[in-house]
T-cell receptor
Framework: GNSVTQMEGPVTLSEEAFLTINCTYTATGYPSLFWYVQYPGEGLQLLLKATKADDKGSNKGFEATYRKETTSFHLEKGSVQVSDSAVYFC???????????FGSGTRLQVQP | SQTIHQWPATLVQPVGSPLSLECTVEGTSNPNLYWYRQAAGRGLQLLFYSVGIGQISSEVPQNLSASRPQDRQFILSSKKLLLSDSGFYLCATAGSTDTQYFGPGTRLTVL
């Protein structure tokens, strides 16, 4: 079945630093790829997605590019803010089950 | 746009007691519905999904069950809770694409 691997957290950055959270996947075919964000005590919110190779998803200054060659979908942001502190989940679509396979999540802490 | 409601928001239950968590969806029809569990500091585990009324697929054998009595209602139940059932339970919905949208969650503590 599908699997998603994310870099371990927590990731601690100073405000305005550059962010990269690595995500790689294994899957049959070319699934859609997603980044979700979870703020403390809340459910998950869709941050961005990409549905095919070389697509770039972007939202709120975050972006990620679907790299078929490296089976990766790394999340990046040029300048993080304290309000970006949250847990970030990478996920891949599983068309067989119409479900998503999630990575274990990466906690980001941004300090002022 | 669709809205997902979950209740209760928090729940503290003794070991061996029954459980019923409810999820309802507005703004869409015939959605796929999902129950996930997130243990403290962990990722999401898919528990059940449903593609229609009365159609339930179980991902993980355990003492939980799910039912879908109406198109936009999804219920998670247990007859006897275990300590290991503690966690954050999330309901999600998906329409014609595989993008999923999540409810606010229910935090369950079993003592």
């Amino acid at each position: 079945g599908n699997s998603v691997t994310q870099m371990e957290g927590p990731v601690t950055l100073s405000e305005e630093a550059f962010l990269t959270i690595n995500c790689t996947y294994t899957a049959t075919g070319y699934p859609s790829l997603f980044w979700y964000v979870q703020y403390p005590g809340e459910g998950l919110q869709l941050l961005l997605k990409a549905t095919k190779a070389d697509d770039k998803g972007s939202n709120k200054g975050f972006e990620a590019t679907y790299r078929k060659e490296t089976t990766s979908f790394h999340l990046e942001k040029g300048s993080v803010q304290v309000s970006d502190s949250a847990v970030y989940f990478c996920a891949s679509g599983d068309t067989g089950r119409r479900a998503l396979t999630f990575g274990s999540g990466t906690r980001l802490q941004v300090q002022p | 746009s669709q809205t997902i409601h979950q209740w209760p928001a928090t729940l503290v239950q003794p070991v061996g007691s029954p459980l019923s968590l409810e999820c309802t969806v507005e703004g869409t029809s015939n959605p796929n519905l999902y129950w996930y569990r997130q243990a403290a500091g962990r990722g999401l585990q898919l528990l059940f999904y449903s593609v229609g009324i009365g159609q339930i697929s179980s991902e993980v054998p355990q003492n939980l069950s799910a039912s879908r009595p109406q198109d936009r209602q999804f219920i998670l139940s247990s007859k006897k809770l275990l300590l290991s059932d503690s966690g954050f339970y999330l309901c999600a919905t998906a329409g014609s694409t595989d993008t999923q949208y999540f409810g606010p969650g229910t935090r369950l503590t079993v003592l």
